[in-house]
């Protein structure tokens, strides 16, 4: 077991303070926030802010998160770091446009990001598109199915689902093309 000495040691020694944010230099996972070990196998891992946190101010109490105001996940500046419950984090990312929600959406902002239809997947991997009908083959469905007696034809042409067929009509999918 190791003590919680040596295991602020060697947090201090993964961290790069700067006049702004104190960047944790270890290990990040895929979100970018620093992992710690917790001191033993059986304890697993502590996110490297939490641990700031006890390190400077405590414990933290059950079911809270520890957010930053700086929205920088590597960051362990006790200055950056405040408790919060899950509705806080939450609106604190809404508040600041990082969600999926509201104006300050970036697909909303950037609209010209946004890959619709036949274009959704090419940007990264062309051979992968996401689409299953191109905007052309929409525009034919929509002229001929006039009536909802073809939709199992429209269907078995385009090798999509009756739904997709009905989602199209109803301009649920593809509502870009016009």
């Excluded at 201090?12 to 992992?35: F, I, L, M, N, Q």
Aim: hydrophobic share 30%; charged share 25%.
């Amino acid at each position: 077991m190791t003590s919680l000495a040596s295991r602020i040691e060697r947090f201090w020694s993964h961290v790069s303070k700067a006049d702004g944010c104190w960047e944790w230099t270890a290990y990040r996972d895929p979100a970018g926030y620093g992992r710690l070990g917790a001191g033993s196998k059986k304890a697993g891992v502590i996110l490297a802010h939490r641990f700031s946190w006890i390190i400077h101010f405590g414990p933290i109490p059950e079911g809270i998160h520890v957010c930053h105001h700086c929205d920088n996940p590597p960051c362990v500046r006790p200055e950056h770091l405040f408790l919060g419950s899950n509705a806080d984090n939450h609106a604190d990312m809404r508040a600041k446009g990082r969600s999926n929600y509201g104006d300050r959406n970036a697909m909303r902002r950037y609209p010209e990001k946004r890959h619709w239809g036949e274009h959704n997947g090419l940007r990264k991997h062309p051979e992968r598109a996401r689409h299953k009908l191109t905007d052309e083959q929409v525009r034919a469905i929509r002229q001929t199915a006039y009536k909802w007696t073809n939709v199992e034809r429209l269907a078995l042409e385009y090798q999509v689902s009756p739904n997709t067929i009905r989602n199209v009509m109803q301009n649920r999918y593809y509502s870009h093309v016009i």
